[in-house]
C-alpha cells in the first residue's frame, strides 16, 4: 500500500510529463524503427514495452527506455546476416537473458570509473546530436537524399546545392519552429513562473498543432501536409492491431549467429544503459543513485518481453530521460504513463496524432539538446581546467560525430582521461623540499600514498640531478604501496650511486619487507640547520624526524 501511495504522490505531474515524453518518443520509436529496416510497429512496441516494464521494475526515478540510435548499426546489420525479423527477435530476447546475468553477475558499477568529465561531455554531445538530427524537421526539409548538383565523390557546396536545400524547405514549418521555440524560451522566464507548471511541451504541441489548423483553413501556402506530420498506421480493427505483434522464430535459437549478436546487443545496450542512467541521476535534482545491478535486471526483463511480441532491443534513454526531468516528472509513474499512452494511443486514436506537426516536437527537442549542451557548460568545464575541458569537448564532438556516436565517443573520451591521469601519476610522484644549510643542500623527498612503476621515470631523473655531496632524505612514513621498480631504483640510488657521489641518504618509513637498508648517519645536520635562517621554515616534523635519526630526542 505505501508502494502505491509514494508512486502516486506526485499524480499530476507525472501524468503531464508522461504526457510530453508520450509526444516525444512516439516519432523517435517511428523513426529508429524505420533506420533499422525493422516493422514501424515494432519500435512502438519497444516503447511501451520500456514505458510500462522497466518502468515498473527500474529504481530510477526519471530514466525513460526505449528503442535507441546507439543500435541502430548492430540491428541493420543483424537483419542482414540473420534473414528474417523473426529470427532477430530471437535475438533480442536472448540478449535481454544475458542482461539479467550480467546483473546478477554486478557488473552494474562499470559506469562508476567514468569520469564526471566524460559523462558531461557525453551529456552534451547527445545535445548537439539532437539538435543536428531534428534540423531537418524543424525547417520541413523534405527534399531527395542526394541534392541537385551533388555528385558522388563532389565536395563543397555550390548554388546549385544551396537552391536545392531552399526549394525543399516549408515556411510553414520554419514558423511554428520558431514560434515553438520561442514558447519554450518565455516559459523559462520569471514572467510566466505563474503558469510554469502547466508543460511548456504540452502547450508547444497544442500551439503547433492550432497553428497548422489555421494555416490549412486559410488555406495559404503555410499550411503542412501529412508528409510533414506524425505518421502512424491506423488499424481498423482489433484483429488488425493484434495482428501488427511478431512472435520470434524458435529456429532462431539454433542459430550461432544468434547467440553473436545476442551477446552484442547485450554489451552495447548495457554500457548505454548504464551510461544514461549515471548521466540522468547527474539531472536529478536531488542527487539520488540508481543501482546499476537493479537496472541491468529491468533492461533484461524488458528486451526479453520486447523480443516475445515483436519489439527492438531497449536501453536507457537519455534524450527522453532529461526531457522526462525538463517535464517537470517528480516519480517513475511518469516513465509508466509514456508507455500506456504508447499503447493507448497506436490501438485508439492514431488519427489525431497524425495531425501533430513535426516541427512542433522537433522544437522541443532542439530545447531539449540546447540544455544538454549550453555553452554554460562548456564555459564552466573551461574553467576547471584543460585536464577536464579536454576530455569533456573531445567526448562532446565526438559523440556528435556521426561517424563515431555514443560509445566510441566515450571511449575516446575514456581515452584522453586516461592519458591525463598517468601524465599526473608520472609527475607528482612525491613532495619535493630543499634548504640550504651553509655549505650543505638538505633535500627531502617525501613519496606519495601510492607510487606506482608510471613514477619510475620522474623519480629516476630526480635522484640523477642530486649534486655531489649533497645530503638526501626519503621518506615512505605516509606510503601505503610502493612498485618493485620504484624500490630498486632507489635501492640502486642508496647503495650504488650515492656512496660514488659523496651523497648522504636517509631512507625513512620503509617497510621491512622492502628490505633496504635505514637510519643513514645525519647528525652533523642539526647544528647547520639550526644556524640556518631558512630551517625555520622547515616543517617541525622533519625537524623532529632528524633529532630521532640522530638518537638525540631530548634536544
Not at 528503442?67 to 536472448?94: H, K, N, W, Y
Not at 552534451?124 to 531537418?136: D, V
Not at 520569471?190 to 508543460?199: D, E, H, L, W
Not at 604501496?481 to 642508496?494: A, G, P, S, T
Request: charged residues 15%; proline residues 4%; contains cysteine.
Amino acid at each position: 500500500m505505501s508502494n502505491n501511495k509514494s508512486l502516486f504522490t506526485y499524480a499530476k505531474n507525472d501524468v503531464l510529463a508522461g504526457l510530453i515524453v508520450f509526444l516525444i518518443a512516439l516519432p523517435l520509436c517511428l523513426g529508429i524503427a524505420q533506420a533499422s529496416g525493422a516493422p514501424l510497429f515494432s519500435g512502438i512496441v519497444s516503447g511501451i514495452i520500456g514505458g510500462i516494464v522497466i518502468g515498473f521494475f527500474s529504481k530510477s526515478n526519471f530514466s525513460v527506455s526505449g528503442p535507441a540510435a546507439g543500435l541502430v548499426s548492430i540491428v541493420v546489420s543483424a537483419m542482414t546476416d540473420l534473414g528474417a525479423f523473426e529470427i532477430f527477435l530471437s535475438a533480442v530476447v536472448l540478449s535481454g537473458i544475458f542482461q539479467i546475468i550480467l546483473g546478477y553477475a554486478k557488473a552494474g558499477t562499470f559506469a562508476n570509473f567514468f569520469p564526471s568529465s566524460v559523462i558531461e561531455g557525453m551529456l552534451a554531445g547527445i545535445g548537439l546530436t539532437i539538435i543536428f538530427k531534428q534540423l531537418p524537421d524543424a525547417v520541413g526539409f523534405n527534399g531527395p537524399d542526394k541534392l541537385v548538383g551533388m555528385r558522388d565523390g563532389e565536395r563543397g557546396m555550390n548554388l546549385d546545392i544551396l537552391t536545392g536545400i531552399t526549394e525543399n524547405i516549408h515556411l510553414g514549418a520554419i514558423v511554428i519552429t520558431l514560434i515553438c521555440v520561442g514558447i519554450l524560451i518565455l516559459w523559462q522566464t520569471k514572467g510566466f513562473r505563474k503558469i510554469q507548471m502547466i508543460p511548456a511541451g504540452l502547450i508547444v504541441v497544442i500551439v503547433g498543432t492550432l497553428l497548422n489548423y489555421v494555416f490549412h483553413t486559410t488555406g495559404g501556402s503555410l499550411h503542412l501536409s501529412e508528409a510533414y506530420l506524425v505518421q502512424l498506421n491506423v488499424p481498423n480493427s482489433a484483429k488488425e492491431f493484434l495482428n501488427q505483434f511478431t512472435l520470434p522464430s524458435l529456429e532462431g535459437f539454433m542459430n550461432p549467429k544468434v547467440w553473436q549478436y545476442a551477446l552484442m546487443i547485450a554489451v552495447v545496450a548495457s554500457i548505454e544503459t548504464l551510461l544514461c542512467i549515471e548521466a540522468t541521476d547527474k539531472l536529478d535534482p536531488l542527487k539520488r543513485n540508481t543501482s546499476g545491478n537493479g537496472e541491468l535486471k529491468a533492461q533484461g526483463i524488458g528486451n526479453i518481453l520486447s523480443g516475445l511480441i515483436g519489439g527492438l532491443p531497449i536501453t536507457s534513454v537519455i534524450v527522453r530521460s532529461s526531457a522526462n526531468i525538463n517535464a517537470g516528472a517528480k516519480s517513475k509513474l511518469s516513465t509508466i504513463v509514456h508507455g500506456l499512452l504508447l499503447l493507448v494511443c497506436v490501438a485508439t486514436i492514431p488519427a489525431i496524432l497524425n495531425l501533430i506537426p513535426k516541427s512542433a516536437l522537433a522544437a522541443i527537442l532542439i530545447f531539449t539538446g540546447y540544455r544538454l549542451a549550453k555553452p554554460a557548460t562548456f564555459i564552466h568545464m573551461y574553467k576547471v581546467g584543460p585536464t577536464e575541458f579536454i576530455p569533456f569537448v573531445v567526448t562532446a564532438v565526438a559523440v556528435a560525430l556521426p561517424f563515431l556516436g555514443l560509445l566510441k565517443g566515450v571511449g575516446l573520451g575514456m581515452f584522453i582521461s586516461i592519458f591525463y591521469l598517468l601524465r599526473s601519476n608520472m609527475r607528482i610522484p612525491f613532495f619535493y623540499r630543499r634548504i640550504q644549510a651553509e655549505d650543505k643542500d638538505v633535500t627531502t623527498l617525501e613519496l606519495a600514498q601510492e607510487v606506482s612503476f608510471l613514477n619510475k621515470g620522474s623519480i629516476k631523473t630526480t635522484l640523477n640531478s642530486f649534486a655531489e655531496g649533497s645530503t638526501v632524505i626519503i621518506d615512505a612514513s605516509n606510503t601505503e604501496y610502493i612498485d618493485y621498480d620504484v624500490l630498486e631504483e632507489i635501492r640502486e640510488f642508496y647503495t650504488i650511486q650515492a656512496p660514488s657521489r659523496g651523497i648522504t641518504v636517509s631512507l625513512v618509513g620503509f617497510k621491512n619487507d622492502y628490505k633496504i637498508p635505514e637510519g643513514a648517519n645525519v647528525h652533523y645536520l642539526m647544528t647547520e640547520l639550526e644556524q640556518n635562517e631558512d630551517a625555520k621554515k622547515w616543517s617541525g616534523k622533519h625537524k623532529k624526524l632528524l633529532k630521532e635519526l640522530n638518537g638525540d630526542k631530548d634536544k
